[in-house]
């Protein structure tokens, strides 16, 4: 049975900085590529970035570029989403996710897996 569990969400005050953590179990991590997506109050999800098997790819979205930075571990099976710089309209739902068959996942129909959700709330 696939698990991905999420850690590190939180309260945090604009400008403030957390680091999520995601780790997989129930598969074969370092096939995939992993990513992070999120889900703003009221709004769709959407991908935040995401990171080949090997970390020789990496994708981000416009509004995370310089902010954000995806990474993985492929002994320990976790990915990660360090997060600077943050601002109120960075609060949201954070998403790990598991995809097959591309080398960055960037759609949520990519998607394989999904994680249960870890709540970020930045404050101004």
């Known amino acids: 049975q696939v698990h991905l569990i999420e850690s590190g969400g939180g309260l945090v005050q604009a400008g403030g900085s957390l680091r999520l953590s995601c780790a997989a179990s129930?598969?074969?991590?370092?096939?995939?590529?992993m990513g992070w997506f999120r889900q703003p109050p009221g709004k769709e999800r959407e991908i935040v970035a995401s990171?080949?098997?090997?970390?020789?790819?990496?994708y981000y979205a416009d509004s995370q570029k310089g902010r954000f930075t995806i990474s993985r571990d492929n002994v320990k099976d976790t990915v990660y989403l360090q997060m600077n710089s943050l601002k109120p309209e960075d609060t949201a739902v954070y998403y790990c996710?598991?995809?097959?068959?591309?080398?960055?996942?960037?759609?949520?129909?990519?998607?394989?897996?999904w994680g249960q959700g870890t709540q970020v709330t930045v404050s101004s």
């Open positions: 990171i080949s098997w090997d970390s020789g790819n990496t």
């Open positions: 996710a598991a995809a097959s068959g591309v080398v960055v996942t960037t759609r949520i129909s990519e998607v394989a897996f």
């Open positions: 129930g598969l074969t991590f370092r096939w995939l590529s």
